[in-house]
């Protein structure tokens, strides 16, 4: 109808649309349209992250009311005691409540007891609460830090501590103590990277016998069988016991939680076994019948579970996402049939790390059973090539947009990349290590199709069930020309082709996919060795990426002793992706000297320079930069270089620093004219305790926010 427009819409139906954008910068421009978008776009904000000085109580927004999540973990100075050095606490504390009356979730920075009990008692109707604290755990018994959150919020039903910094002797005791509270919760997230022993098997079994209601479990743990309490069959046997209504379940080595890069040269087998038996993962899968998302890191060999692994497809009939890490035996591939993890064909997202005898036999076999795969991980599987991989992904054309190769030493770059040509202009996430042996030498002799793809016109054809299909019965007679739980036997020897609707192209010449767009490719992360340089992207294939948003790099390796580089990291060879406006810069474990750099020797600062050397050419919006940093001092600075580098990003709009930086070099970046969100994040164990003089303060932080405010942005 003419002269009709979204304005005319019900009050209704316009808040219906507008509970549907999430993207902070478009409801904000929403909010600016008319009167009544403004009133229904505050209306229907229900999550709110506050930044800015804590001490500004006069800036905090009044006109939130409807917040049910408030993230108070970024006020700054960052990691400084919320609320513990304002003159009057409770005032603020108190205007909190006031004017974000309805919240049931809160996030905040807990470096004191104080915090939360003076946080606690304000919303005692509390559901969700995830606590931070990269500092240390202050002197104080065990349990006292979360005591407050217990006592006063008793409708409790998730608590987040996966970047909260506490003692394993903290949790059974408040547990304990509070057991009405602890029968409420439904969803414990204790995977903290900073734990280094992980909880003993006595402690899982008390908090799960203490939580008997958990939906969601996860937990860092030991199954070094060599350490007292580590979790072995017993501990497994009375978690499937103690929480049967589990349909999240995250168990993790303390070993696995670092983010270093394996040894791709390495068997895939551990000195120890874990002492974890088939029958046992029979009873946990067996108890466990509402599983959906399974994370088993275990660190130690867990051999022969091709067995337990097929009764995730009778008695886990919800489970999408699976996680398997030293678990060696899962699919054999022996003949025809189907075997281990093939058989659970209603897997969406499977992740195999550390799996010792996988062959490219296998992940074949992977791809014929699991054909709703979306999303798959392979790390440190030292068996398995490009034939096998490349197959892989032909079988699984139709679904796979996700894809993670790292640590497996026969899949370079130039192989990982061949390997994926099936799905180039489907994949939309992808993480590849630049590892760039394999130039025109691995070329020449792998010039050929035939050499990347395995015959599978040799092979049976099987029939995938049905989604409403059963299969609990036997799956002996699969292969005998029956129907067994919607599968069913096809002899066919008809040739794959390249029609549109085939998955499996086989008779495609490799040169003419070579130099073909990645259409829908938004995320690439990347693995980088110190030293490398990334010039070679552009000659391994990841030229042409038209709608990449993000890029993630991680730098990893030890500065000292090597010679400065003859050239730059190479960031402006980037500037080639037209829509990329995120990058995540990670050198947190590049390791050099800061301090006391010996003669001749390259410090951090010269790295540093080496890194970000043309990243002003690129039009970034947003940045998290993780500087290098010097373990022996616990040290990871911003350098002279690096801050006026980073000032040369003139549309940068956010900037998050991990890691601390000097006054006067943060005053660079005020020349970026866009730039309105920086932060300084000390978010690696241990934060430092007490900054050196030199170093951004409270009052450093609080002058450069004054600053940084003060200015008229274009905007």
């Given at each position: 109808m003419a002269g009709t427009s979204l304005n005319d819409l019900p009050d209704v139906l316009l808040s219906n649309i507008l509970a549907l954008v999430s993207d902070t910068r478009t409801r904000n421009s929403l909010s600016l349209v008319c009167r009544k978008f403004l009133s229904l776009e505050r209306a229907t904000r229900f999550s709110l992250s506050l930044r800015g000085n804590a001490e500004d109580l006069y800036r905090i927004p009044t006109c939130f009311r409807s917040v049910t999540h408030l993230d108070l973990s970024l006020l700054s100075p960052w990691g400084h005691a919320f609320l513990c050095s304002l003159p009057d606490p409770r005032l603020h504390a108190h205007r909190l409540r006031g004017l974000f009356p309805l919240v049931t979730s809160l996030t905040v920075y807990a470096r004191s007891p104080t915090t939360l009990q003076i946080l606690a008692c304000q919303w005692p109707g509390l559901r969700h609460i995830k606590l931070v604290r990269w500092h240390q755990r202050p002197q104080s018994a065990p349990g006292e830090d979360l005591a407050p959150i217990f006592e006063h919020c008793r409708s409790?039903?998730?608590l987040d501590l996966s970047e909260f910094?506490?003692?394993?002797?903290?949790?059974?005791?408040?547990?304990?103590?509070?057991?009405?509270t602890a029968r409420s919760i439904s969803k414990l997230n204790l995977m903290t990277t900073s734990l280094t022993d992980g909880f003993k098997s006595t402690d899982i079994q008390t908090i799960t016998e203490a939580c008997p209601n958990l939906s969601q479990l996860l937990i860092a743990c030991t199954f070094?069988?060599?350490y007292f309490g580590f979790v072995g069959d017993e501990t497994l046997s009375a978690l499937a016991t103690n929480c049967p209504r589990l349909a999240l379940l995250h168990l993790a080595d303390t070993s696995t939680l670092a983010s270093a890069r394996g040894d791709p040269s390495a068997d895939g087998f551990t000195p120890e076994d874990a002492r974890i038996s088939t029958a046992t993962l029979i009873e946990l899968f067996s108890g466990l019948p509402l599983l959906e998302d399974l994370v088993l890191d275990v660190a130690k060999n867990v051999k022969d579970t091709?067995?337990?692994?097929?009764?995730?497809?009778?008695?886990?009939?919800?489970?999408?996402s699976l996680k398997l890490g030293q678990f060696h035996g899962i699919c054999m591939a022996v003949g025809s049939r189907l075997d281990g993890i093939a058989l659970c064909q209603g897997i969406e997202a499977l992740s195999i790390k550390n799996c010792a005898d996988l062959t490219d036999m296998g992940l074949i076999e992977i791809g014929r059973g699991c054909v709703r795969l979306s999303k798959f991980e392979v790390e440190g599987c030292k068996k398995i090539t490009l034939k096998g991989l490349r197959t892989?992904?032909?079988?699984?054309?139709?679904?796979?947009?996700?894809?993670?190769?790292?640590?497996?030493?026969n899949l370079h770059t130039k192989a990982s990349l061949r390997a994926l040509e099936p799905i180039q202009d489907r994949i939309t996430r992808l993480h590849v290590d630049c590892v760039w042996e394999g130039g025109e030498d691995w070329e020449r002799e792998n010039q050929a199709a035939s050499d990347w793809y395995f015959d599978l016109n040799e092979v049976d054809e099987i029939t995938m069930p049905s989604h409403n299909a059963d299969t609990s019965c036997s799956t002996d007679g699969l292969f005998e020309g029956e129907n067994c739980g919607g599968y069913t036997r096809k002899r066919k020897r008809s040739k794959f082709s390249t029609g549109t609707d085939c998955s499996m192209s086989m008779q495609c010449n490799g040169s003419d996919l070579w130099g073909k767009r990645w259409d829908r490719l938004e995320y690439l992360s990347l693995w980088i060795a110190v030293g490398d340089f990334l010039s070679p992207l552009q000659s391994v294939g990841l030229d042409d990426c038209p709608v990449l948003q993000e890029i993630q790099i991680k730098?990893?390796?030890?500065?000292?002793?090597?010679?400065?580089?003859?050239d730059t990291f190479g960031l402006s060879i980037l500037g080639q992706y037209p829509q990329l406006t995120k990058m995540k810069l990670d050198c947190s474990d590049t390791i050099g000297y800061a301090l006391t750099c010996p003669s001749g020797q390259m410090d951090l600062t010269l790295w540093e320079r080496f890194f970000l050397n043309g990243i002003g050419s690129l039009g970034l919006t947003e940045l998290d930069y993780w500087p290098p940093q010097d373990r022996s001092f616990n040290q990871r600075s911003l350098s002279h270089p690096?801050?006026?580098?980073?000032?040369e990003l003139l549309t940068l709009r956010k900037l998050f620093i991990h890691g601390t930086a000097y006054e006067h070099f943060m005053n660079f970046l005020l020349n970026i004219p866009y730039l309105r969100d920086v932060q300084l994040r000390l978010d690696y164990y241990p934060a430092p305790e007490n900054e050196m003089?030199?170093?951004?303060?409270a009052g450093s932080c609080s002058r450069f926010e004054a600053a940084l405010n003060s200015r008229l942005i274009p905007d």
């Amino acid at each position: 109808m003419a002269g009709t427009s979204l304005n005319d819409l019900p009050d209704v139906l316009l808040s219906n649309i507008l509970a549907l954008v999430s993207d902070t910068r478009t409801r904000n421009s929403l909010s600016l349209v008319c009167r009544k978008f403004l009133s229904l776009e505050r209306a229907t904000r229900f999550s709110l992250s506050l930044r800015g000085n804590a001490e500004d109580l006069y800036r905090i927004p009044t006109c939130f009311r409807s917040v049910t999540h408030l993230d108070l973990s970024l006020l700054s100075p960052w990691g400084h005691a919320f609320l513990c050095s304002l003159p009057d606490p409770r005032l603020h504390a108190h205007r909190l409540r006031g004017l974000f009356p309805l919240v049931t979730s809160l996030t905040v920075y807990a470096r004191s007891p104080t915090t939360l009990q003076i946080l606690a008692c304000q919303w005692p109707g509390l559901r969700h609460i995830k606590l931070v604290r990269w500092h240390q755990r202050p002197q104080s018994a065990p349990g006292e830090d979360l005591a407050p959150i217990f006592e006063h919020c008793r409708s409790l039903s998730t608590l987040d501590l996966s970047e909260f910094y506490y003692w394993i002797e903290d949790i059974p005791p408040v547990l304990l103590a509070n057991p009405l509270t602890a029968r409420s919760i439904s969803k414990l997230n204790l995977m903290t990277t900073s734990l280094t022993d992980g909880f003993k098997s006595t402690d899982i079994q008390t908090i799960t016998e203490a939580c008997p209601n958990l939906s969601q479990l996860l937990i860092a743990c030991t199954f070094d069988p060599r350490y007292f309490g580590f979790v072995g069959d017993e501990t497994l046997s009375a978690l499937a016991t103690n929480c049967p209504r589990l349909a999240l379940l995250h168990l993790a080595d303390t070993s696995t939680l670092a983010s270093a890069r394996g040894d791709p040269s390495a068997d895939g087998f551990t000195p120890e076994d874990a002492r974890i038996s088939t029958a046992t993962l029979i009873e946990l899968f067996s108890g466990l019948p509402l599983l959906e998302d399974l994370v088993l890191d275990v660190a130690k060999n867990v051999k022969d579970t091709g067995p337990a692994l097929e009764v995730l497809n009778t008695r886990c009939r919800r489970l999408r996402s699976l996680k398997l890490g030293q678990f060696h035996g899962i699919c054999m591939a022996v003949g025809s049939r189907l075997d281990g993890i093939a058989l659970c064909q209603g897997i969406e997202a499977l992740s195999i790390k550390n799996c010792a005898d996988l062959t490219d036999m296998g992940l074949i076999e992977i791809g014929r059973g699991c054909v709703r795969l979306s999303k798959f991980e392979v790390e440190g599987c030292k068996k398995i090539t490009l034939k096998g991989l490349r197959t892989m992904v032909s079988l699984l054309k139709k679904t796979l947009v996700d894809v993670k190769i790292s640590c497996c030493e026969n899949l370079h770059t130039k192989a990982s990349l061949r390997a994926l040509e099936p799905i180039q202009d489907r994949i939309t996430r992808l993480h590849v290590d630049c590892v760039w042996e394999g130039g025109e030498d691995w070329e020449r002799e792998n010039q050929a199709a035939s050499d990347w793809y395995f015959d599978l016109n040799e092979v049976d054809e099987i029939t995938m069930p049905s989604h409403n299909a059963d299969t609990s019965c036997s799956t002996d007679g699969l292969f005998e020309g029956e129907n067994c739980g919607g599968y069913t036997r096809k002899r066919k020897r008809s040739k794959f082709s390249t029609g549109t609707d085939c998955s499996m192209s086989m008779q495609c010449n490799g040169s003419d996919l070579w130099g073909k767009r990645w259409d829908r490719l938004e995320y690439l992360s990347l693995w980088i060795a110190v030293g490398d340089f990334l010039s070679p992207l552009q000659s391994v294939g990841l030229d042409d990426c038209p709608v990449l948003q993000e890029i993630q790099i991680k730098v990893e390796g030890d500065c000292r002793g090597r010679h400065k580089p003859l050239d730059t990291f190479g960031l402006s060879i980037l500037g080639q992706y037209p829509q990329l406006t995120k990058m995540k810069l990670d050198c947190s474990d590049t390791i050099g000297y800061a301090l006391t750099c010996p003669s001749g020797q390259m410090d951090l600062t010269l790295w540093e320079r080496f890194f970000l050397n043309g990243i002003g050419s690129l039009g970034l919006t947003e940045l998290d930069y993780w500087p290098p940093q010097d373990r022996s001092f616990n040290q990871r600075s911003l350098s002279h270089p690096a801050a006026g580098l980073l000032a040369e990003l003139l549309t940068l709009r956010k900037l998050f620093i991990h890691g601390t930086a000097y006054e006067h070099f943060m005053n660079f970046l005020l020349n970026i004219p866009y730039l309105r969100d920086v932060q300084l994040r000390l978010d690696y164990y241990p934060a430092p305790e007490n900054e050196m003089t030199t170093e951004m303060r409270a009052g450093s932080c609080s002058r450069f926010e004054a600053a940084l405010n003060s200015r008229l942005i274009p905007d």
